[in-house]
């Protein structure tokens, strides 16, 4: 019997900002009570926080009890249980950026990792941080994506994803000025394979098909608006291909994406933050799931942020946040299979 086979899947689910719109996504899907089903939700935040959010919400979604722990080890099933962060009283400023916010969204992601590692949970959905308040000499790091790969010593790929397509972004949350001179060959490399890896152990795709983007207009017209296509993003595909990976391109992103050329891949590499984002948020906005690709644990989140202009509003969609937790249980479905199916192959 296998791990997911034998207890249900332990998520371990981190508060972000408390001052945005997460606490209401989370106990907005766990009123619905066939969330219990495949899961064990475990939310390290605060009881104390999570009752004034409740208060806000409609009726239909007050009827959720907490169950508060010391240790995730103490997690019950068909509980919705709280790992307590602090026992004090917590100053709230709906839609407002704090200090206060920022530590709690620390000491959260802190203590989940933590038991990530050892085990006690399976995964891990964050719901939304503000990237500046979460700042400290602990924690210097632009988003999730590059505290997680730091953490768990590995590379990675942010992947967003939805039911119409998968896209990964090779630069992250980088500024637009500095991406041209972070695109290189090996990086391209790199995160083709991470692809290409996850679409096959985690999304249960054997040959997956991705596409890469281009980084200048039309591909660099050959040569007349740039030439960084030809020189380094075409190689590192080229070679990649001959590698066994089933990738093409570069296309230019306006084609490609007005065509719908996109539902003809598993996956997508876009070369920088805005060029995936834009046309993913435009296909799916309320549903849309960003994972962490490339690191032995599993990490999902809602493909949205705080939302501080509508925090405490009772006007925040849950779909993606629901989504962002089922994700995270498939994939590791998907894992548990594909390694017990490739354990011992045949010569």
């Given at each position: 019997?296998?791990?997911?086979?034998?207890?249900?899947?332990?998520?371990?689910?981190?508060?972000?900002?408390?001052?945005?719109?997460?606490?209401?996504?989370?106990?907005?899907?766990?009123?619905?009570?066939?969330?219990?089903?495949?899961?064990?939700?475990?939310?390290?935040?605060?009881?104390?926080?999570?009752?004034?959010?409740?208060?806000?919400?409609?009726?239909?979604?007050?009827?959720?009890?907490?169950?508060?722990?010391?240790?995730?080890?103490?997690?019950?099933?068909?509980?919705?249980?709280?790992?307590?962060?602090?026992?004090?009283?917590?100053?709230?400023?709906?839609?407002?950026?704090?200090?206060?916010?920022?530590?709690?969204?620390?000491?959260?992601?802190?203590?989940?990792?933590?038991?990530?590692?050892?085990?006690i949970v399976d995964v891990l959905v964050t719901a939304p941080i503000n990237k500046k308040n979460i700042q400290s000499p602990d924690f210097d790091f632009p988003g999730h994506t590059e505290y997680l790969s730091n953490m768990f010593n590995g590379d990675s790929l942010m992947m967003m994803v939805c039911d119409r397509i998968r896209i990964g972004i090779v630069t992250n949350h980088l500024a637009l000025k500095d991406v041209p001179n972070a695109i290189t060959k090996e990086l391209l490399?790199?995160?083709?394979?991470?692809?290409?890896?996850?679409?096959?152990?985690?999304?249960?795709?054997?040959?997956?098909?991705?596409?890469?983007?281009?980084?200048?207009?039309?591909?660099?017209?050959?040569?007349?608006?740039?030439?960084?296509?030809?020189?380094?993003?075409?190689?590192?595909?080229?070679?990649?291909?001959?590698?066994?990976?089933?990738?093409?391109?570069?296309?230019?992103?306006?084609?490609?994406?007005?065509?719908?050329?996109?539902?003809?891949?598993?996956?997508?590499?876009?070369?920088?933050?805005?060029?995936?984002?834009?046309?993913?948020?435009?296909?799916?906005?309320?549903?849309?799931?960003?994972?962490?690709?490339?690191?032995?644990?599993?990490?999902?989140?809602?493909?949205?942020?705080?939302?501080?202009?509508?925090?405490?509003?009772?006007?925040?969609?849950?779909?993606?946040?629901?989504?962002?937790?089922?994700?995270?249980?498939?994939?590791?479905?998907?894992?548990?299979?594909?390694?017990?199916?490739?354990?011992?192959?045949?010569?």
């Amino acid at each position: 019997m296998s791990k997911t086979e034998s207890h249900k899947i332990k998520v371990a689910i981190t508060h972000g900002d408390i001052n945005g719109i997460g606490y209401e996504v989370i106990l907005k899907a766990f009123s619905d009570s066939r969330m219990f089903e495949h899961c064990t939700p475990i939310l390290y935040g605060s009881t104390k926080v999570a009752s004034y959010h409740k208060k806000l919400l409609s009726p239909q979604h007050q009827e959720l009890n907490f169950s508060a722990l010391q240790s995730a080890s103490q997690a019950q099933e068909k509980k919705f249980n709280v790992v307590n962060l602090v026992p004090d009283e917590i100053k709230i400023e709906l839609g407002k950026s704090t200090e206060t916010a920022g530590a709690l969204s620390r000491m959260a992601l802190d203590r989940a990792c933590a038991d990530l590692k050892e085990g006690i949970v399976d995964v891990l959905v964050t719901a939304p941080i503000n990237k500046k308040n979460i700042q400290s000499p602990d924690f210097d790091f632009p988003g999730h994506t590059e505290y997680l790969s730091n953490m768990f010593n590995g590379d990675s790929l942010m992947m967003m994803v939805c039911d119409r397509i998968r896209i990964g972004i090779v630069t992250n949350h980088l500024a637009l000025k500095d991406v041209p001179n972070a695109i290189t060959k090996e990086l391209l490399m790199n995160k083709i394979k991470i692809m290409h890896n996850s679409l096959k152990r985690d999304f249960g795709i054997p040959m997956p098909k991705i596409a890469v983007l281009a980084i200048d207009p039309h591909a660099g017209d050959n040569g007349v608006i740039g030439n960084q296509d030809e020189l380094v993003v075409k190689p590192a595909i080229d070679e990649s291909y001959n590698n066994g990976i089933l990738v093409y391109g570069p296309y230019p992103s306006d084609g490609f994406f007005g065509s719908s050329d996109f539902n003809h891949f598993d996956g997508v590499l876009a070369l920088y933050h805005d060029q995936g984002l834009i046309p993913f948020k435009l296909m799916s906005f309320t549903e849309g799931v960003n994972y962490t690709a490339g690191l032995e644990i599993i990490r999902t989140s809602p493909a949205h942020g705080t939302a501080y202009d509508i925090a405490g509003k009772n006007k925040a969609s849950e779909q993606s946040f629901r989504h962002a937790v089922n994700l995270a249980c498939d994939i590791l479905r998907h894992r548990h299979e594909y390694d017990e199916l490739t354990a011992n192959p045949l010569n």
